[in-house]
């Protein structure tokens, strides 16, 4: 009877294996861009000493203004490390590249109080200049703040190889991949900044070197809707996203453990006071970007969840308003298709005091789904739970806890079978949203 149970199991799980790594795994860059190898950000570089200046960038058409220069690529080349590049009004075609020291504590501005009116455009410009809006590699403490970027084939703001960085008022729509993202760095700082219809998520930061001495990556006042996710983190570390809304994203925020990226798992990282609501948009019935195969594969993400913990360790998810999510509210499971075996596994997350359903009036399918996988991870202080994945939820032990949780294979079984059926609202449990200011409910795309 022993061995019959055992082998059940053994089969379980590859099977489970299987359909989890098709339907969750996140890729980590678009096929077609070109990134530069990732580099150990060893320590940040020293402030330059000044004096420091600041060059002006031709308006769009009046190329031939006494001391400005043609592009904002012309005028990044001329900066020296902490001078300030000023971008008028108006609209740019092609990317800019921030290569090396040289361009270090660069501050490149656009219009930060209307970062709409600075447009930074991929139509007519070549394919090098067509893959990332801006791109900083290797130069620390770059600010660019005040821009809107459109129709880039790899990402809107992409930061890579660095200590330091501060993205704001930025807004990314429609690009090839991630509209805002870091990747490969120590600290920094994503703000007041929207990001919207791309084809992978609205924000991610990922491969987080591991720190002794942590530097904690702040993520405030973001906004991400109508993206296939709302945020992507593959090991992602010390990263507190607060204060922000994910809504109208086929999932709301995704922290996950990944092979195709370093560092696996996710660590140490912050969740706490979003709004993570209404991610229920179905992009397969219609989308304002194309679906990507890896992205989306033959088995799809579970759309309908607002936040789900994919391996990971010591995450706090605390003091969200979670709600009108069909699928799941707050869902963990372990990453089991991991090639690191030592680094799958769910340990030390917090799931507290968060708000679910909206008091009742815009409930989500289950509020809370946890496998019961890993160790010392716990559910405390969540009001409005009307619905858990197990019923009951014998599995989510009040905080604090430590030692072994109770893994409950059936609970995982039950959950992963939503994201088998052919039809990816099957297992929605949809009821009526109250009217929200400015804010449509997204489940079907319709070209405008």
Partial sequence: MERTHCMSHRRLITTLAVIAGAALAVPAAAGAAKYPPPADPKGEQKPPPGPHHTIKVCAPH??????????IQAA??????????????????????INGSSKRYLRIIGNPKAPSKVKIDAKGASNARSQNAFKVNGADQVTIDGFSAKGFKA?????????????THLIATRVGTYGVYAFNSKGGEISDSTASENDDSGFYIGQTPPQTKPVRSIVRNVKSFANVLGWSGTNMRYVTITKSQFYNNGLGIVPNALDSEKYAPPEDNVISDNDVFWNNFNYFKGAPFKLRPGATGDIPYPIGTGILLFGGRRATVQNNRVFGNYLIGIGALEQLLLKQKDAADLIGNKVIDNQM??????????????DGNGSDNCFSGNTGVAVTVPAGGATMVPCPFSGANAYDGGALSYALGWVTQPDHEAAWVRTPHPPRAGITPLETYTKK
Wanted: charged share 20%; with cysteine; proline share 3%.
């Fill in 62 to 71: 009046k190329h031939k203004a006494k001391g400005c220069a043609k592009t």
């Fill in 76 to 97: 990044v080349n001329r900066a020296r490390a902490g001078d300030t590049v000023k971008v008028p009004n108006g609209t740019y075609h092609g990317g800019t590249n």
């Fill in 155 to 167: 990402n809107g703001f992409f930061v890579i190889n660095v200590t330091g960085y501060k993205l």
């Fill in 357 to 370: 359903g909206l008091n009742g009036t815009d409930p989500n399918g289950r509020d809370l789904f946890y």
